[in-house]
């Protein structure tokens, strides 16, 4: 049995980390751009891991059908040659987490703001109460 000198397998790594990166979905799927949902009283927060943003033209924020949506793309400024690199581990690239909110929320004074990696999102709850138990008559 040949022994694979420990260069190639570095390679060998990164070519399969490479196949199994974004376009596939499954970085996306495991652990990149966490996010926490929570309620007040009024309001319901999101706070979302998305490391590396530049500047607000990176980042969408959408809210349709009680789904909130962040989009955007990450680009790293300093580009490093490919076989320079030894390790690549930070997300480059297009993103998008959708997940459902626990109430109803306006879309009318959503506040959103970016500070140390950490995109925090805080949308007023719809006024009122939006369920309503309906009796059923036995006859």
Known sequence: MKLVPFE???QWKRGLDK???FPFGFSQEF????IDVY???KEVHASVEI???EKKEDVQIDI???VLTVSGSINRTNAVKEDQIHRSERFIGRFQRSVPLPTRVSTE????SYKNGILEIVMPKIKG????RIEVEFH
């Not at 652990?31 to 966490?34: D, E, K, L």
């Not at 109460?129 to 309503?132: C, D, F, L, V």
């Open 8 to 10: 190639q397998l570095d």
């Open 64 to 66: 349709n059908e009680n």
């Open 109 to 112: 004074g959503v506040r959103a």
């Open 51 to 53: 490391p590396g943003l």
């Open 39 to 41: 309620e007040t009283d």
């Open 129 to 132: 109460e939006t369920k309503q």
């Open 31 to 34: 652990g990149s751009h966490r």
């Open 19 to 21: 196949f199994f990166d």
